[in-house]
Nanobody
Framework: QVQLVESGGGLVQAGGSLRLSCVASGSIFRINVMGWYRQCPGKQRELVATITDGGSINYADAVKGRFAISRDSAKNTVYLQMNSLKPEDTAVYYC???????????????WGKGTLVTVSS
């Protein structure tokens, strides 16, 4: 089975920074894409950033220029460096990965349980 474990969430003041980490474990053959989504209070889950196996990166408009996604493929880990945090960034941040397991033909989507980021005014 696959497990995604997020870490790095916490409480920060506006303008501060946090770095989220997500480690994938299991019988992993290849991780096609890893990314971060967030669910703000009273809103639907939304994309924050993704990074593909080939290194292609996509950011939501709301975080462009402030957040940076990166990946350590050897460790099956994705990071989200969050700078210049705003109160509206407050959310539960979820790690997502499309993973092809050993002896499986196609990748499947997996989700972490989330880590809470709270940004105070």
């Amino acid at each position: 089975q696959v497990q995604l474990v997020e870490s790095g969430g916490g409480l920060v003041q506006a303008g501060g920074s946090l770095r989220l980490s997500c480690v994938a474990s299991g019988s992993i053959f290849r991780i096609n894409v890893m990314g971060w989504y967030r669910q703000c209070p009273g809103k639907q889950r939304e994309l924050v950033a993704t990074i593909t196996d080939g290194g292609s990166i996509n950011y939501a408009d709301a975080v462009k220029g402030r957040f940076a996604i990166s990946r350590d493929s050897a460790k099956n880990t994705v990071y989200l460096q969050m700078n210049s945090l705003k109160p509206e960034d407050t959310a539960v941040y979820y790690c997502n990965a499309n993973i092809k397991l050993v002896d499986m033909y196609y990748g499947m989507d997996y989700w972490g349980k989330g880590t809470l980021v709270t940004v105070s005014s």
